[in-house]
Antibody, heavy 121, light 110 residues
Framework: QVQLQQSGPGLVKPSQTLSLTCAIS??????????WHWIRQSPSRGLEWLGR?????????NYAVSVKSRITINPDTSKNQFSLQLNSVTPEDTAVYYC???????????WGQGTLVTVSS | QSVLTQPPSASGTPGQRVTISCSGS????????VNWFQQLPGTAPKLLIY???QRPSGVPDRFSGSKSGTSASLAISGLQSEDEADHYC???????????FGGGTKLTVL
């Protein structure tokens, strides 16, 4: 059974960097049959895909156009986890952030528990 | 404004069959498979349907999915009070090169 456990601060000041980590159990961040995603949800924007990292003989990343200049998703093979960094945050980045896995059949099948991140001074 | 279009609400009485629609375009639903999720308040979305009509283990067969062209549907038969939740569709978009979601449909069991 795959489990994703999120960690990170729930409050970030404007202009600073939002950092979250997603620890994986029951699978490997280096799996060549899975991809690891970050998604956020807010009342104003709904569910919004942010980006992914995955390994297919080498590492790949894809990011949403809306955050491409500010986002980094990194795998950490030594800890079997992956992280999200979102720079220069504004109150518009306030949302519940989820990490999630896409399996080999294109299914978004496992999600983290969610982290409410509030951007406020 | 979500890329995929869903009705904001749906309702039914216990035992009834309800369908929720999801409309997209050629770059998402028209060329990729559809996932459906159920979300209870304060929890993460739960996968109900993948690959248009496949159910993960543990999802009751009361839930079914279909796709035609650039639209998809989720059907729930034998409606139960525990089905009251928000339901979302999602698909990969080849133009945006990312996942896109519907705005969600709030299902009420009367």
């Amino acid at each position: 059974q795959v489990q994703l456990q999120q960690s990170g601060p729930g409050l970030v000041k404007p202009s600073q960097t939002l950092s979250l980590t997603c620890a994986i159990s029951g699978d490997s961040v280096s799996s060549n049959r899975a991809a690891w995603h970050w998604i956020r949800q807010s009342p104003s924007r709904g569910l919004e895909w942010l980006g992914r990292t995955y390994y297919r003989s080498k590492w790949y990343n894809n990011y949403a156009v809306s955050v491409k200049s500010r986002i980094t998703i990194n795998p950490d093979t030594s800890k079997n986890q992956f992280s999200l960094q979102l720079n220069s945050v504004t109150p518009e980045d306030t949302a519940v952030y989820y990490c999630a896995r896409v399996g080999q059949h294109g299914e978004l099948d496992y999600w983290g528990q969610g982290t409410l991140v509030t951007v406020s001074s | 404004q979500s890329v995929l279009t869903q009705p904001p609400s749906a309702s039914g009485t216990p035992g009834q069959r309800v369908t929720i629609s999801c409309s997209g375009s050629s770059s998402n639903i028209g060329s990729n498979t559809v996932n459906w999720f159920q979300q209870l308040p304060g929890t993460a979305p739960k996968l109900l349907i993948y690959n248009n009509n496949q159910r993960p283990s543990g999802v009751p067969d009361r839930f079914s999915g279909s796709k035609s062209g650039t639209s998809a549907s989720l059907a729930i038969s034998g409606l139960q009070s525990e089905d009251e939740a928000d339901h979302y569709c999602a698909a990969w978009d080849d133009s945006l090169k990312g996942w896109v979601f519907g705005g969600g449909t709030k299902l009420t069991v009367l």
